[in-house]
T-cell receptor, first 115, second 111 residues
Framework: EAGVAQSPRYKIIEKRQSVAFWCNPI?????LYWYQQILGQGPKLLIQ????????DSQLPKDRFSAERLKGVDSTLKIQPAKLEDSAVYLC?????????????FGPGTRLTVT | GENVEQHPSTLSVQEGDSAVIKCTYS??????FPWYKQELGKRPQLIID?????GEKKDQRIAVTLNKTAKHFSLHITETQPEDSAVYFC??????????FGTGTRLQVFP
């Protein structure tokens, strides 16, 4: 079974620039999550989708971050404009519906460096 | 909301010894507790999980115990090996809701 795919794996940008990340979840997984992992910390949820609807975006800095999941499959996360404190690994995870959906499967992440 | 605390932040053991990592959670409604292993530069990998209807679960050298009354759960690794060296994260959630992660424990196993 193919895992969660993410691209790019690494990105370096200057502050105030914009950047976008892409995620392709495990086939058939209805729920998709974007997590931000700052160095030395645990992942923090930014946004949760179920199919193409947003379930939870309470921790998403909406003045600069946006995310969409068109057609309920792939998702993109955008930051515009980026700040130095956005430097982190952005992890995408997916899970199926039902009780099995408690388990989340993570992608390899995109390491963002903002200079 | 849920808050998960994890201790210790670093743990060094000799190969063959046991390692124990402990987490506490605040939301009594949480009923799913996974543990993830994250090697340097890699994705978090689910290694074991437990639901609130059981008190203990074991998978070879790894076991997790849950005390619902005290709201804490622990990861036990026996007969540690150098390849167990990684950062371990506990997490908690209610059913299929979002995971709230602990701050991580860096485990080093010395040969």
């Amino acid at each position: 079974e193919a895992g969660v795919a993410q691209s790019p794996r690494y990105k370096i940008i200057e502050k105030r620039q914009s950047v976008a990340f892409w995620c392709n979840p495990i086939s058939g997984h209805a729920t998709l999550y974007w997590y931000q992992q700052i160095l030395g910390q645990g992942p923090k949820l930014l946004i949760q989708f179920q199919n193409n609807g947003v379930v939870d975006d309470s921790q998403l800095p909406k003045d600069r971050f946006s995310a969409e999941r068109l057609k309920g499959v792939d998702s993109t996360l955008k930051i515009q404009p980026a700040k130095l404190e956005d430097s982190a690994v952005y992890l995408c995870a997916s899970s199926p519906l039902g009780l099995a959906g408690a388990a989340k499967y993570f992608g390899p992440g995109t390491r963002l460096t903002v200079t | 909301g849920e808050n998960v605390e994890q201790h210790p932040s670093t743990l060094s053991v000799q190969e063959g010894d046991s390692a124990v990592i402990k987490c506490t959670y605040s939301d009594s409604a949480s009923n799913y507790f996974p543990w993830y292993k994250q090697e340097l530069g890699k994705r978090p990998q689910l290694i074991i999980d437990i639901r609130s209807n059981v008190g203990e679960k074991k998978d070879q050298r790894i076991a997790v115990t849950l005390n619902k009354t005290a709201k804490h759960f622990s990861l036990h690794i026996t007969e540690t090996q150098p390849e167990d060296s990684a950062v371990y994260f506990c997490a908690a959630s209610q059913d299929t809701d979002k995971l709230i992660f602990g701050t991580g424990t860096r485990l080093q196993v010395f040969p």
